[in-house]
């Protein structure tokens, strides 16, 4: 079964496909002060105990700041918390670089493109 | 009750037996509470960081002196500075902050002034801790980040970055302790854009100094 949700903002998008307990959450826009709160909500709406997975499709994200990031790792303890496998996909090279000067990269494994992410099982 | 990083930070280093402030490092200590301003306001979304550069959000006063003086400073500023300008500028504010910290303290009766004489006629203030309950709390919570392998929390990892800047760890852990939880803290501490600001401005005061004492 594949649905789709739709957690629009003003800067920030997030589009859901759910596929058998395998979440793809593909986000557009800023992860800053004016959207990490939409999108801790959005992300974390996700967590369901039957969703083991959730991949975060960062293609279409092409800023990240301080705030952004403690969203990023707030999530990642909600995932921690529900049991379930919380992955970022696709980061473009200055998101990618934040997460590497903060190791954030070690907090929530990060891929290259949401294949790989969906292949290295949960 | 809900005390801001600048206040923990000073907690930290009370010494209960004397009521000192046991500083290890002073010029780290100042440096560290410049940058928990800065933390304390990203935390409450005054402002937002990236690499390049730090801005307010949002100027509403917090409600915290401390704070509410840099975060007025920033606000006046017409461009958007480093994240290491303002560390800068913020340690530069260190002896108003701490004493508007301590102010602060005094007034929610968490530490309770007290005056000692020397010689007669030096005056030395000391705070004696009047709740050790929150002392703890806020250890528990640093040994939780340090020895559980849990995600940590945003605000607990600032205080972490901030102790560790601040060199606070060898009073606060055993030798073991200390050992163990390296390679953790080093994992932890460089989490926060504002901490890793914090270190790079400690060195170079460092640098300068030295520089300056060999001419």
Known sequence: MTETTNLSGKRLNIDADINDGIVVAQVDGRVDTTTSVEFEAGIQALFAPEHRQVVLDFRGVDYVSSAGLRAVLLLARAAEEANCKMKIAGMNSDVRSIFEVTGFQKVVPVFDDVATALNAGS | ?215
């Open chain 2, 1 to 215: 009750m809900n005390l801001s990083l600048a206040e923990k930070l000073i907690l930290l280093v009370i010494n209960e037996a004397t009521g000192k402030l046991d500083v290890p490092d002073r010029l780290a200590l100042n440096v560290a509470l410049g940058g928990a301003v800065l933390l304390d306001l990203s935390l409450r979304n005054r402002i937002d960081t990236d690499r390049n550069r730090l801005w307010v959000v949002d100027n509403t006063p917090t409600g915290n002196s401390a704070l509410d003086t840099i975060l007025a400073m920033i606000d006046k500023e017409d461009v958007d500075l480093s994240i290491q300008n303002w560390v800068y500028i913020a340690y530069k504010e260190a002896t108003d902050v701490r004493n508007r910290i301590l102010a602060g303290l005094v007034r929610k009766k968490i530490v309770r002034p007290e005056v000692k004489k020397f010689l007669w006629f030096f005056n030395f203030q000391r705070f004696r801790p009047q709740n050790a309950e929150i002392e703890r709390e806020t250890k528990r919570r640093i040994m939780d980040v340090l020895f559980d392998n849990k995600v940590p929390l945003a605000e607990d990892v600032a205080l972490v970055a901030l102790c560790d800047a601040a060199n606070l760890f060898p009073a606060l852990l055993s030798n073991r302790q200390l050992e163990s939880s390296a390679p953790r803290i080093q994992q932890v501490a460089r989490m926060e854009l504002i901490t890793q600001s914090v270190c790079a401005v400690i060195g170079e005061v460092y640098t300068a100094m030295s520089r300056a004492s060999f001419y």
